[in-house]
């Protein structure tokens, strides 16, 4: 693909656009921000939009976007070696000073490697020159595990943008040269440059219980000041912020025209698999009067608002936002809902404004195992929220499931089975009558031990016996009218973990990856890694965990309490749980 057919190809999708911002490049800081993934997922992504808004907000800074081109054209640019072009100003992304990349996913990760090689940029930081763009790495997964990506990444920003981008313009106006500008940058809260710092391995038992090959620390280089660990940057409070919203509304994007706006950031119910719920504390609302002035404006271009946000009823005024919003005019969906959130009000409002579909996640079903990773509602809850649910008219559930939870028994699955038997028969209940049934679509996930939770230590499950669990499970939900499942297999979360669990000695499998069309397989047998290491091994005894280089706020020995008090099968209740968040966790001081 030429140059020409790519530049005819962005003010195609730039006359479909509402709200991209155009700025002149003179005198001002260049940043070319990637989403790595296609413009259809990218432009769905509210952190991208957020990020791209924040830098253009800034007069000294212009921001533009390019996206992973569809398959044919990535085909015929890597063919015709034409410079891939951002969407604004069709510059090649290579004359930028800044690539900013956003990371949302693990599996994207490859796709990094792809746009930086499709911009004749070289991937890994020590092969490039200071006539190269600088590379930051940021986003929701790389502040929980940059790891993997610390080889490609000049700096890592780990935390939000609110407080990142003020940072990096310090960085850049007071650099003198490029040695300077890291420098700078390693001083400034929530930015981790990985060249800084050695990690060093276990070789051999040496008797503290560290297995061979794990990490037994990281040092600072010498002649460098660089904090150890890198402290996370994020908003102390959401009062005087802007909530992250829509700014560019195109049709070509998972949710059409729809207006997205967060609403409140964080979850506290502090459930011991999430990271997200860790990671996003302390619960910070965003002002009820801003979301509805920006949600007064975007009306002119959309119907529908989209509610991002993972606890949307934590926000104290949330029932006068809904109402406004119906008055508006809009069609209302939540991006999720937990399920003490779903009172009567907000069901309704959510049936008047068109929406036949509620997603919950009873995550498991039995209390007891509920108990055990502190989701914090019992089958009598959940049961009396499925019939709040159908008798207000909605006609469909989605019910999210894990298996291969610690103390996890076949009794379990079982109940996964019970529970979704007794939803289905409210549902029929409410349905019959008006002669409309619905469906239950259950989506069942392997748990995936992720950084930064109470389950950072342990193993994924064995293979063999996720599979087996998953034929129970199939054999279990098998023809039941009006209930599909949607069962993931161990092969797909494995590589996933992989990333999601790894260290720096990763990144060439993420190389042979990005070069062999993503056969994992092959990749990691070609960078000489032993997945299972990283994906099978306890990792209790480790001295250090490779996540452990940022600091997100959060004790070790408080996730060490919470796996405990779930051994015990106890709860660390809600009702308190703002204050104990205040308490316990120094996220952001
Ligand atoms: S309720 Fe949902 S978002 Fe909140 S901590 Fe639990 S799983 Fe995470």
Same mark, same amino acid.
């Given at each position: 693909?030429?140059?020409?057919?790519?530049?005819?190809?962005?003010?195609?999708?730039?006359?479909?656009?509402?709200?991209?911002?155009?700025?002149?490049?003179?005198?001002?800081?260049?940043?070319?921000?990637?989403?790595?993934?296609?413009?259809?997922?990218?432009?769905?992504?509210?952190?991208?939009?957020?990020?791209?808004?924040?830098?253009?907000?800034?007069?000294?800074?212009?921001?533009?976007?390019?996206?992973?081109?569809?398959?044919?054209?990535?085909?015929?640019? &890597?063919?015709?070696?034409?410079?891939?072009?951002?969407?604004?100003?069709?510059?090649?992304?290579?004359?930028?000073?800044?690539?900013?990349?956003?990371? #949302?996913?693990?599996?994207?990760?490859?796709?990094?490697?792809?746009?930086?090689?499709?911009?004749?940029?070289?991937?890994?930081?020590?092969?490039?020159?200071?006539?190269?763009?600088?590379?930051?790495?940021?986003?929701?997964?790389?502040?929980?595990?940059?790891?993997?990506?610390?080889?490609?990444?000049?700096?890592?920003?780990?935390?939000?943008?609110?407080? /990142?981008?003020?940072?990096?313009?310090?960085?850049?106006?007071?650099?003198?040269?490029?040695?300077?500008?890291?420098?700078?940058?390693?001083?400034?809260?929530?930015?981790?440059?990985?060249?800084?710092?050695?990690?060093?391995?276990?070789?051999?038992?040496?008797?503290?219980?560290?297995?061979?090959?794990?990490? #037994?620390?990281?040092?600072?280089?010498?002649?460098?000041?660089?904090?150890?660990?890198?402290?996370?940057?994020?908003?102390?409070?959401?009062?005087?912020?802007?909530?992250?919203?829509?700014?560019?509304?195109?049709?070509?994007?998972?949710?059409?025209?729809?207006?997205?706006?967060?609403?409140?950031?964080?979850?506290?119910?502090?459930?011991?698999?999430?990271?997200?719920? @860790?990671?996003?504390?302390?619960?910070?609302?965003?002002?009820?009067?801003?979301?509805?002035? /920006?949600?007064?404006?975007?009306?002119?271009?959309?119907?529908?608002?989209?509610?991002?946000?993972?606890?949307?009823?934590?926000?104290?005024?949330?029932?006068?936002?809904?109402?406004?919003? $119906?008055?508006?005019? @809009?069609?209302?969906?939540?991006?999720?809902?937990?399920?003490?959130? $779903?009172?009567?009000?907000?069901?309704?409002?959510?049936?008047?404004?068109?929406?036949?579909?509620?997603?919950?996640?009873?995550?498991?079903? &039995?209390?007891?195992?509920?108990?055990?990773?502190?989701?914090?509602?019992?089958?009598?809850?959940?049961?009396?929220?499925?019939?709040?649910?159908?008798?207000?008219?909605?006609?469909?559930?989605?019910?999210?499931?894990?298996?291969?939870?610690?103390?996890?028994?076949?009794?379990?699955?079982?109940?996964?089975?019970?529970?979704?038997?007794?939803?289905?028969?409210?549902?029929?209940?409410?349905?019959?009558?008006?002669?409309?049934?619905?469906?239950?679509?259950? #989506?069942?996930?392997?748990?995936?031990?992720?950084?930064?939770?109470?389950?950072?230590?342990?193993?994924?499950?064995?293979?063999?016996?996720?599979?087996?669990?998953?034929?129970?499970?199939?054999?279990?939900?098998?023809?039941?009218?009006?209930?599909?499942?949607?069962?993931?297999?161990?092969?797909?979360?494995?590589?996933?973990?992989?990333?999601?669990?790894?260290?720096?000695?990763?990144?060439?499998?993420?190389?042979?990856?990005?070069?062999?069309?993503?056969?994992?397989?092959?990749?990691?047998?070609?960078?000489?890694?032993?997945?299972?290491?990283?994906?099978?091994?306890?990792? &209790?005894?480790?001295?250090?965990?490779?996540?452990?280089?940022?600091?997100?706020?959060?004790?070790?020995?408080?996730?060490?309490?919470?796996?405990?008090?779930?051994?015990?099968?106890?709860?660390?209740?809600?009702?308190?749980?703002?204050?104990?968040?205040?308490?316990?966790?120094?996220?952001?001081?």
């Amino acid at each position: 693909m030429k140059s020409w057919a790519q530049r005819e190809r962005a003010l195609e999708t730039l006359a479909k656009e509402v709200g991209y911002v155009k700025k002149p490049h003179g005198g001002r800081l260049r940043v070319a921000l990637a989403f790595p993934n296609t413009y259809w997922v990218g432009m769905s992504n509210l952190g991208f939009q957020t990020v791209y808004r924040l830098f253009n907000d800034e007069d000294d800074i212009v921001c533009e976007r390019f996206f992973l081109p569809p398959k044919t054209e990535l085909a015929e640019l &890597s063919a015709a070696k034409a410079p891939l072009l951002t969407l604004e100003s069709q510059t090649p992304v290579g004359d930028f000073d800044v690539v900013a990349f956003s990371v #949302s996913f693990e599996w994207d990760y490859v796709n990094v490697l792809t746009l930086l090689r499709l911009a004749g940029i070289p991937a890994r930081a020590e092969q490039r020159t200071a006539h190269d763009p600088l590379i930051v790495v940021g986003g929701a997964v790389t502040f929980v595990n940059p790891e993997p990506l610390a080889p490609f990444a000049d700096v890592i920003a780990a935390g939000e943008g609110e407080v /990142l981008i003020p940072g990096l313009r310090r960085a850049f106006a007071a650099a003198t040269d490029r040695t300077d500008l890291l420098r700078r940058f390693a001083l400034e809260r929530g930015f981790y440059v990985p060249s800084f710092y050695e990690p060093h391995y276990v070789v051999g038992d040496i008797g503290t219980g560290a297995a061979a090959g794990t990490i #037994s620390g990281y040092t600072v280089k010498t002649g460098v000041e660089a904090p150890l660990p890198v402290r996370k940057a994020a908003l102390k409070t959401a009062d005087a912020a802007d909530p992250p919203a829509t700014g560019i509304f195109t049709p070509d994007t998972e949710f059409g025209s729809r207006f997205l706006i967060e609403v409140v950031r964080g979850c506290a119910n502090l459930c011991r698999f999430c990271w997200a719920g @860790y990671n996003y504390l302390p619960v910070r609302a965003f002002p009820a009067d801003r979301i509805l002035e /920006l949600a007064a404006a975007a009306r002119l271009h959309s119907s529908r608002v989209g509610l991002v946000s993972i606890a949307l009823c934590d926000h104290p005024e949330i029932e006068r936002i809904l109402a406004r919003l $119906l008055e508006m005019g @809009y069609a209302i969906s939540p991006a999720s809902l937990r399920l003490d959130d $779903l009172t009567e009000s907000i069901v309704r409002v959510l049936h008047e404004s068109g929406e036949r579909t509620i997603t919950i996640a009873p995550e498991t079903g &039995s209390d007891r195992l509920r108990r055990v990773i502190n989701k914090t509602v019992t089958n009598d809850e959940i049961l009396d929220r499925a019939d709040l649910i159908f008798a207000n008219g909605i006609e469909n559930l989605k019910l999210y499931y894990m298996i291969g939870l610690p103390t996890e028994t076949d009794e379990d699955l079982v109940a996964i089975r019970d529970l979704t038997l007794q939803i289905r028969d409210r549902m029929l209940k409410h349905g019959r009558p008006k002669g409309q049934i619905g469906r239950i679509v259950g #989506s069942v996930n392997p748990l995936i031990p992720k950084p930064g939770t109470a389950y950072q230590w342990l193993p994924m499950e064995e293979p063999s016996i996720v599979e087996r669990k998953i034929k129970r499970l199939r054999s279990l939900m098998a023809d039941i009218d009006n209930v599909y499942f949607n069962i993931k297999s161990e092969r797909h979360s494995y590589y996933q973990a992989l990333l999601s669990l790894g260290d720096r000695r990763v990144a060439p499998a993420i190389e042979a990856a990005e070069r062999n069309g993503q056969n994992w397989r092959a990749a990691v047998a070609e960078a000489g890694i032993d997945g299972d290491f990283y994906i099978f091994r306890d990792r &209790s005894g480790d001295a250090m965990l490779p996540w452990d280089i940022i600091d997100g706020g959060m004790k070790a020995t408080f996730f060490h309490s919470e796996f405990e008090k779930g051994l015990r099968e106890e709860w660390t209740l809600p009702p308190k749980r703002a204050q104990e968040n205040a308490k316990l966790l120094p996220v952001i001081s």
